[in-house]
């Protein structure tokens, strides 16, 4: 099983920025991919950015050129730094482990965007 510590989230102006980082315990070492995942008011969660160990990053489109996803092996941690931020960026943001097809979920910190 793991245990996520999830922090970072808060309230923001627009064009501000936000670190994100989620740290893993547990019986699994690491994790195949972590990545980090969120979803907004009346929207379905979904893909923001995933690294799989050893591997370069991937990105959603609406994140690609603002958000970079980085990883910490040896803290077993996971990280999001938010820049530029807009409105519309405002969900909740759940960081998640891939270990042998299996995902496990952090419980999610806020993120609020202002206008």
């Known amino acids: 099983q793991v245990q996520w510590v999830e922090s970072g989230g808060g309230l923001v102006q627009a064009g501000g920025s936000l670190r994100l980082s989620c740290a893993a315990s547990?019986?699994?070492?690491?994790?195949?991919?972590m990545g980090w995942y969120r979803q907004g008011p009346g929207k379905q969660r979904e893909l923001v950015a995933f690294i799989p160990l050893g591997s370069s990053p991937n990105y959603a489109d609406f994140a690609k050129g603002r958000f970079t996803i980085s990883r910490d092996n040896a803290k077993n941690t996971v990280y999001l730094q938010m820049n530029s931020l807009k409105p519309e960026d405002t969900a909740v943001y759940y960081c998640?482990?891939?270990?042998?097809?299996?995902?496990?979920w952090g419980q999610g910190t806020q993120v609020t965007v202002s206008s």
């Open positions: 547990g019986s699994i070492p690491s994790f195949n991919a």
């Open positions: 998640a482990g891939l270990y042998s097809g299996r995902t496990y």
